[in-house]
């Protein structure tokens, strides 16, 4: 993942969702940020995150793409390859 | 040490939130038992994990016992359990278990602890139950794998059943965004309520 002026939208929305979910607009994501990176990042935290990614990307994961989700790097890339399918 | 040192030692420890959350819990008490079921034939479809082994004796014996728990009560209710034919699930990492959940073959009624209801199932279909994950192993995702996996190695293994059934908290957040993410079937709820010394028990 790029530095924020270079982010593509998906990337952008990504982080504002982040951001916004933590209360923390310092938050600067990159693909290898995990649960340890990010205060707050336990795993109710995570449902929650991922119910929130659902509803600002409109789209429902699959229990496979769910098991992927473990850091940035890997939302990003099943939020890419939905959206590229879609 | 003397009972009033001893008295005085455990009020210390008591932060006002715990005391707070214990009055309330004497005031007023709710909750709900939710019990879900999935088809054997879905079931099939999940992925088995090969980090998971089955009835490990060994794996129950690496485990950690947390404060205030008896490591030897544990060990004796797990073999008890086994001995009465009934299987585990479980998973180590670096030498100690990381996560179990048991599961019994074919079950008619079960009693539902939190709820204090007896539950009977149809068919005596399989049941998973009394998942844990150690705190120290949390947030890997290991309790979405032992839930598909037990689920997919029960459908494969036991035979002659329809359904496997598991019965989830309400209020236990994650599990239960886990178990309906899966695509788990709900099938009705059992509620417990008390207020002050009046109970109340139903199902819908």
């Not at chain 2, 007896?118 to 839930?147: C, I, K, S």
């Not at chain 2, 059934?165 to 957040?173: I, S």
């Amino acid at each position: 993942m790029e530095k924020s002026g270079t982010m593509n939208p998906t990337e952008q929305r990504l982080q504002a969702v982040f951001r916004e979910f933590f209360n923390d607009d310092a938050i600067e994501l990159q693909d290898g940020t995990t649960f340890s990176d990010i205060r707050g990042w336990d795993s109710l935290a995570h449902v929650n995150l991922i119910n929130a990614l659902e509803v600002e990307f409109g789209l429902k994961f699959g229990v496979r793409e769910l098991m992927k989700m473990k850091s940035v790097g890997a939302i990003r890339q099943v939020l890419m390859a939905k959206a590229s399918a879609a | 040490m003397s009972d009033a040192a001893r008295l005085i030692a455990r009020l210390k420890r008591l932060s006002w939130e715990k005391v707070r959350r214990r009055a309330r819990r004497t005031v007023y008490h709710f909750a709900e038992d939710r019990i879900y079921r999935v088809p054997v034939e879905e079931a099939l479809e999940f992925d088995e994990v090969p980090e998971f082994r089955f009835d490990s004796w060994d794996d129950l014996q690496t485990y950690v016992a947390g404060p205030g728990e008896s490591r030897e009560a544990l060990l004796t209710l797990w073999r008890g359990r086994l001995d009465a034919g009934e299987h585990v699930y479980t998973r180590t990492e670096n030498g100690c278990l990381a996560i179990y959940g048991w599961m019994i073959e074919r079950q008619s009624s079960c009693f539902l602890t939190d709820v204090r209801q007896r539950m009977e199932v149809p068919d005596a279909p399989a049941v998973t139950y009394d998942f844990f994950t150690a705190p120290e192993f949390r947030h890997r995702d290991f309790y979405p794998q032992l839930l598909m996996h037990s689920l997919r190695h029960t459908a494969a293994h036991v035979p002659g059943i329809r359904w496997i059934y598991m019965c989830v908290r309400a209020d236990d957040t994650v599990p239960r965004w886990w178990v309906e993410r899966l695509g788990a079937h709900y099938c009705e709820s059992y509620f417990y309520r008390r207020v002050l010394w009046r109970e109340e028990k139903w199902r819908g």
